[in-house]
């Protein structure tokens, strides 16, 4: 029998209007699918809940597209009555008064909760190794050599597997875009604002997007469509009118100028990803778009990793200066107060934390400020300043999301290079900027599969989702999952 979740959004409505399933079904064969899940992809499964939602749910809503369709959650977003530890020990046993809006939304729309998933440690790194439960592994390689990406690795294996078809993760440098790009994804980052981040556990919020994974860019604006907009709990979510994307979203692109920026793609040395990429240009001049090659100052790209860190990490030292073993954590026995918070945090965090915090102390002493956290603020600035220049000649900017396949976990890289320092952090402008940005699955190399990306001006998630579903009917990359047969 077919597993369910490899269903998209929109054909598992289908059949539930169709009455070929109910969401009963669906859920106690996602459940049992998810209990045999080998890639680590959950903090934990919600069997009771989910089951108990989807058996009250027996009259289809024909207008509702997310009607008992199963979904897993990254775990840094509240879920009230449930536990939520972002993947750290520090926060092992906590347990939300609140929801975050995103999951309030989903339920209003009864979306039905099936998991929690696992992310790199507070959501701090790209690599799916630092959470309290290990490495997440990739779907595609069931010898689990390579890595999915993170720090959304949970919530990217959950739909890469096929086992729901859809996720939430956040997108605070490239956690969606990047491990889509690793999975065979569809991975969506709107525009800074659109989508509340009311119980998100905040990271870095100049930087923190709410961002989703899914197999097809319809089914991505289907999710926009229902998270997107303002949240009086959120200051910083926007006021803009959201639009229909569903309905705005043809896949016509007639007319549009896209940028291709020269600097990136020189950087990127996998010969497979550059051929593949090329053939979309192709494609996208040939659906009567106008595609340039556009020269980015290199110093600058350059800067975009170096300017992220000192950035988030500061962001990232304020924001979680309360999990301190005495307002949050594990309460630990000690004379003073310096040193309860000194056992639980050396005992609560990984190293890779413990060395982000140290980062972003170190940057923000009053004697380092001007040198560090200052001069990484003016430097975003210029970034920023060059890519809106860019995007007032252009709508769209395409580029590869990564400048390689999926990693091996041993794998070295050079983090002086240009593939490194250029190819492979360029994602990291959309976050600079808050500018919608979409991954596709475009190619694949040795069974692995790899991603190009649009991003777009401010509120313009119309077009970045129109060229997404272009491209994704002229390559027929739509609804991918790992075959266990692979």
């Not at 934390?353 to 001007?370: M, P």
Request: proline share 4%; hydrophobic share 40%; glycine share 8%.
């Amino acid at each position: 029998m077919k597993k369910f979740g490899v269903l998209t959004i929109e054909e598992l409505h289908r059949a539930y209007v169709d009455k070929l399933l109910t969401p009963l079904d669906v859920v106690r064969q996602v459940i049992e699918l998810m209990k045999q899940d080998d890639n680590n992809a959950f903090e934990m499964i919600l069997e009771k809940q989910a089951i108990e939602e989807a058996s009250k749910l027996t009259v289809v809503e024909e207008d509702n597209l997310l009607w008992g369709v199963p979904y897993v959650l990254k775990d840094n977003f509240s879920t009230v009555g449930i536990e939520t530890s972002g993947s750290s020990n520090i926060l092992n046993g906590y347990v939300p008064i609140y929801s975050s809006e995103v999951y309030q939304r989903l339920q209003n729309k009864k979306a039905i909760l099936v998991g929690k998933a696992t992310l790199d440690e507070l959501a701090m790194g790209g690599t799916g190794t630092t959470g309290r439960k290990g490495k997440t592994y990739n779907p595609y390689d069931p010898s689990h050599r390579h890595m999915i990406g993170g720090s959304s690795c949970g919530s990217a294996a959950s739909v890469a597997s096929g086992l729901v078809p859809f996720s939430l993760g956040s997108d605070t440098g490239d956690s969606v875009r990047k491990p889509a790009s690793y999975s065979g994804l569809v991975g969506f980052k709107p525009t800074w604002g659109r989508i509340s981040r009311y119980g998100l556990f905040p990271f870095a919020p100049s930087l923190d997007h709410v961002a989703y994974f899914t197999r097809s860019v319809k089914d991505a604006a289907t999710l926009l469509n229902v998270l997107a907009g303002r949240d009086d709990k959120d200051s910083t979510s926007s006021t803009v009118e959201v639009k229909d994307y569903r309905k705005l979203v043809k896949g016509n692109i007639k007319g549009y100028k896209i940028a291709v920026i020269k600097e990136i793609i020189d950087s990127i040395d996998q010969e497979a990803i550059k051929l593949a990429f090329l053939k979309t240009i192709e494609s996208l001049k040939a659906m009567g778009a106008i595609v340039n090659f556009v020269s980015f100052d290199e110093q600058l790209l350059r800067a975009i990793y170096p300017t992220y860190i000192v950035i988030s990490c500061a962001e990232a030292t304020s924001n979680n200066a309360n999990l301190d073993g005495i307002k949050f954590g594990p309460r630990f026995e000690g004379d003073t107060y310096e040193e309860v918070m000194e056992k639980a945090r050396t005992k609560g965090f990984s190293e890779l934390i413990r060395r982000r915090f140290v980062i972003g102390s170190y940057s923000l002493l009053r004697e380092n400020q001007d040198e560090l956290f200052l001069r990484a603020q003016k430097c975003r600035r210029l970034i920023v300043n060059k890519l809106n220049e860019l995007l007032s000649n252009y709508d769209l900017i395409y580029l590869p999301a990564a400048p390689t396949t999926a990693p091996l976990f041993d794998a070295a890289s050079d983090k002086l290079s240009n593939e490194y320092l250029i190819a492979d952090n360029h994602l990291v402008l959309a976050n600079f900027a808050g500018l919608p940005s979409l991954t596709i699955p475009i190619g694949f190399d040795s069974l692995l599969p790899f991603g190009g990306n649009f991003t777009g001006r401010a509120f313009e998630e119309d077009k970045v989702l129109n060229a997404g579903l272009a491209l994704e009917q002229e390559t027929g990359f739509y609804n991918l999952y790992a075959k266990e047969e692979r």
